[in-house]
């Protein structure tokens, strides 16, 4: 697997896999209907795509990381990310199912303005959707109703009712993936415990001075997770986003050196990763409503 295809529109893919065509920017991909079959291929997506697998014996390899695709799991891909394809079993006719399509289709949509927040389009394979009985029956029936329109003459109306479908679709998706989120609690606390973790070490550490301020990707990193789930996890625990807990940590932080500290602003911001000085002085006043020297000289008059 090391050509790696670049998909670039909707029939490049199903001529892949022998499938028709019924509209230049999306098509609802069911694999029984293959009549050719490419059972090893990576390729880069310049295509959003989803996927539900009903059966297993298919791995999904994502960088250089290889994971199963289980059965009634859900991967999502955007443009620009590369992932291949192992057939474990070269079976003919995978019982694969879902969508892809072009950026150009939703391009002037509802679903164009708010494709940004399906976040899981960027979530890694490793953090897939694992549906129930009830909810795979739910996704099947959205590409149902996308196929009926696709089968529809291209009119006026096509656009927009399709756009509609996949935005019902992916909205779906979020559901599932904010159950999933709840009933996986107890791995989530471990990881957010190793975040509060990683955060305080990180600022013990010389790396403020070397490399600056944190970003939410170092720690998704260490954790082993992509930085858009690493982001929604955070956020559906805490109610905070990854970087808003690194800057209460740095607001904590800077308070710290204030008080107990003869130490300049300069010096505080440089020591906590800040490349200038103002970048402190600006955060600590939207989050404290005081400049640091002002938060200090507040503090001197409490204590007298």
Not at 4 to 21: A, H, M
Not at 80 to 88: H, L, M, N, S
Not at 131 to 146: A, N
Not at 282 to 301: A, D, M, S, V
């Amino acid at each position: 697997m090391d050509q790696i295809l670049k998909l670039d529109n909707v029939d490049q893919y199903n001529s892949l896999y022998g499938l028709e065509t019924l509209h230049p920017l999306v098509s609802v991909v069911n694999l029984t209907k293959a009549t050719n079959m490419v059972n090893h291929i990576q390729m880069n997506y310049g295509l959003y795509a989803l996927f539900l697998k009903q059966t297993k014996s298919c791995n999904i390899k994502y960088g250089r990381t290889s994971y199963d695709y289980e059965e009634g799991t859900i991967v999502c891909f955007a443009p620009g990310q590369t992932a291949g394809v192992d057939t474990i079993e070269d079976e003919i006719a995978p019982q694969v199912y879902g969508i892809v399509f072009h950026p150009d289709l939703i391009h002037g949509t509802a679903l164009g303005k708010s494709i940004k927040n399906y976040t899981f389009f960027s979530y890694a394979v490793n953090e897939a959707l694992h549906l129930s009985e009830q909810e795979r029956g739910i996704v099947m029936d959205c590409l149902e109703k996308i196929s009926i329109e696709l089968e529809h003459a291209i009119d006026k109306h096509s656009k927009p009712l399709i756009a509609m479908n996949i935005e019902l679709l992916l909205n779906y998706c979020m559901r599932f993936y904010e159950r999933q989120f709840i009933s996986r609690s107890n791995a989530n606390r471990d990881a957010l415990t190793k975040f509060e973790q990683l955060l305080g070490d990180y600022f013990q550490s010389k790396l403020p001075m070397h490399d600056g301020l944190p970003s939410v990707k170092y720690f998704a990193d260490k954790i082993c997770l992509s930085s858009n789930y690493f982001g929604d996890m955070v956020k559906k625990e805490t109610g905070k986003t990854p970087q808003e807990c690194i800057q209460e940590k740095v607001i904590e932080l800077a308070k710290e050196h204030i008080v107990n500290t003869d130490e300049t602003v300069s010096e505080i911001a440089y020591t906590l990763g800040f490349q200038y000085p103002q970048h402190l002085c600006r955060l600590f006043k939207k989050r404290i409503g005081c400049t640091p020297n002002e938060y200090r000289l507040q503090q001197r008059q409490v204590i007298r």
